[in-house]
């Protein structure tokens, strides 16, 4: 699907100010206090690094940024992303091998890293021979360049460089449950398109304050953390490290949150501990306590959603449910709304189009990637001849374009017998109890195996001794009611949690035997 007239992020960045009154745009704590920064603040900001950007080293060069959340992260993105070179976004927390290996498989020539990382960047630098330029993205640096690039400066002019919607702006790897990062390129087109075009009503327009939970560096982060907020309007709170969210929560009082299921599970355990200790407090009140009394929307993706735990919200007043996105189509692909079913992963925004081809999802998006980074055949394998792009995942679209997702392609268990099983629907089964933290299933020797690692805590408070004779039981259950394939006929009770990607997807292949 192609729009007409998309404007580029330059465009957003310029018109914000008077579009929004110059309201506070970014907030965050530094030394213990609020630090408050307006559209124009962050406009300037911006532009005052693709100036010093382009003095240095001109446009097109793939430059890799890794940094934490912070308000300098933001405004390097925008600046890179203004001067017509291509971000490169890595995780701050990656070792030095994987660092060395995004960057040169992007063929950066530039790196720009934050403190947290300067122990590690001469070891990369070793290991990646095309850099030639660093910079280090801190409060004391910027402060610098912001000021020696100002628009008052000799360097006015280099700024005012015209962004090419259809090139490539970013290049981002993908998280990869399979550990195979591949670089997903897209455009400036593709990253503004499903955020200008689509109402947003009832979901964000209303929302005033959001809290930033989720490391920017990853795709759904930064165009819903950043790019859709500087479109609309909203205040966005930065989270920082994930061990300051109750503090931040309370301190920010944000109207709306993006969350992967682990986060949720946290926040529901915790109002549910304010409310054993004090049973006087209504569900409310004991959900203010941790949250800042103005939540009441929680945006979970990356991960399956149990709808219980959407359920298990309702009573707090707030409204929890998935939506479904991907890098490939610039993240966003659907939105939730009130008349969503619980099991559903929400709507299909207006600028996307889904088709159903042998039990896959495929898309038609203005958030197409370009492609994968130097991987013609790869990236041949996932759009199909007339431009859609095929998912990997399984699933089905009602009457009201509502999406539903049953699993995944690659992950589809096919027995001797030719009978096709989905591990996910038999995952989601278990993760209904409690007693279930994590659970992968797949097929060993033709039988289907459940490997779980149970919920400790709910065990204890439940008063159950035995967990591997309760979880067997349970098993018993599911099986009573199961199609004959999709019986488990072996349970694995696990002492260490499955390991997961920092989104929070279970690396599926670590776990199956044979893979």
């Known amino acids: 699907?192609?729009?007409?007239?998309?404007?580029?992020?330059?465009?957003?960045?310029?018109?914000?100010?008077?579009?929004?009154?110059?309201?506070?745009?970014?907030?965050?704590?530094?030394?213990?206090?609020?630090?408050?920064?307006?559209?124009?603040?962050?406009?300037?900001?911006?532009?005052?690094?693709?100036?010093?950007?382009?003095?240095?080293?001109?446009?097109?060069?793939?430059?890799?940024?890794?940094?934490?959340?912070?308000?300098?992260?933001?405004?390097?993105?925008?600046?890179v992303l203004c001067s017509g070179n291509v971000a490169v976004p890595v995780d701050p927390d990656s070792t030095v091998s994987d660092t060395a290996a995004i960057i040169n498989d992007s063929d950066a020539t530039a790196v720009l890293y934050g403190a947290e990382f300067a122990d590690k960047i001469e070891e990369v630098k070793a290991l990646c021979p095309k850099l030639h330029y660093e910079m280090v993205i801190s409060e004391e640096n910027f402060s610098n360049i912001y000021e020696e690039f100002s628009e008052t400066s000799?360097?006015?002019?280099?700024?005012?460089?015209?962004?090419?919607?259809?090139?490539?702006?970013?290049?981002?790897?993908?998280?990869?449950?399979?550990?195979?990062?591949?670089?997903?390129?897209?455009?400036?087109?593709?990253?503004?398109?499903?955020?200008?075009?689509?109402?947003?009503?009832?979901?964000?327009?209303?929302?005033?304050?959001?809290?930033s939970v989720l490391p920017l560096h990853h795709i759904f982060c930064f165009i819903c953390g950043y790019i859709g907020p500087l479109n609309i309007g909203t205040c966005i709170c930065l989270n920082g490290e994930m061990k300051d969210l109750f503090k931040n929560l309370l301190v920010f009082k944000p109207d709306q949150i993006r969350v992967v299921p682990m986060i949720a599970q946290a926040i529901l355990a915790r109002i549910r501990a304010i409310q054993a200790k004090n049973p006087a407090l209504s569900p409310k009140e004991a959900a203010a306590q941790v949250t800042g009394g103005k939540l009441d929307m929680m945006l979970s993706g990356g991960a399956y959603l149990d709808p219980a735990l959407c359920k298990a919200y309702e009573p707090y007043g707030i409204f929890l449910r998935q939506g479904y996105g991907m890098s490939e189509a610039s993240a966003k692909v659907t939105l939730p709304d009130p008349d969503c079913p619980v099991d559903s992963v929400g709507r299909l925004m207006s600028t996307v189009n889904a088709r159903i081809v042998d039990h896959e999802i495929q898309l038609d998006t203005p958030g197409m990637m370009l492609g994968y980074y130097k991987r013609p055949e790869e990236t041949a394998e996932v759009i199909t001849e007339d431009g859609w792009l095929r998912t990997g995942d399984m699933g089905r679209i009602d009457e009201n374009r509502v999406l539903y997702i049953t699993g995944r392609v690659k992950n589809l268990i096919i027995l001797s017998n030719g009978e096709n099983v989905s591990p996910e629907g038999i995952e989601n089964r278990y993760m209904s109890n409690r007693l279930v933290s994590e659970v992968v299933v797949y097929a060993e020797n033709d039988l289907i195996v459940a490997e779980i690692f149970p919920n400790g805590e709910f065990a204890q408070q439940s008063g159950i001794t035995d967990i591997e004779a309760a979880l067997e039981e349970y098993t018993d259950k599911l099986n009573e009611t199961a199609a004959p394939s999709h019986i488990v006929a072996k349970l694995i009770v696990r002492d260490t949690p499955l390991e997961k990607t920092e989104l929070g997807k279970i690396k599926r292949k670590q776990h199956i035997v044979g893979k």
């Open 1 to 79: 699907m192609k729009l007409e007239n998309v404007p580029t992020i330059r465009d957003l960045l310029d018109v914000a100010p008077a579009k929004h009154n110059d309201r506070t745009f970014i907030k965050y704590l530094r030394d213990g206090e609020i630090v408050e920064k307006k559209f124009s603040r962050v406009r300037s900001d911006g532009l005052a690094v693709c100036r010093k950007l382009r003095h240095d080293i001109g446009e097109r060069n793939h430059i890799a940024i890794i940094s934490k959340s912070t308000y300098e992260y933001i405004v390097c993105m925008t600046g």
């Open 154 to 211: 000799e360097y006015a002019a280099l700024s005012d460089y015209k962004m090419e919607p259809e090139k490539c702006a970013l290049i981002i790897y993908t998280s990869g449950t399979t550990g195979d990062k591949k670089g997903v390129m897209l455009s400036s087109e593709a990253l503004v398109s499903n955020l200008i075009f689509e109402p947003y009503d009832p979901i964000t327009v209303r929302v005033d304050t959001v809290l």
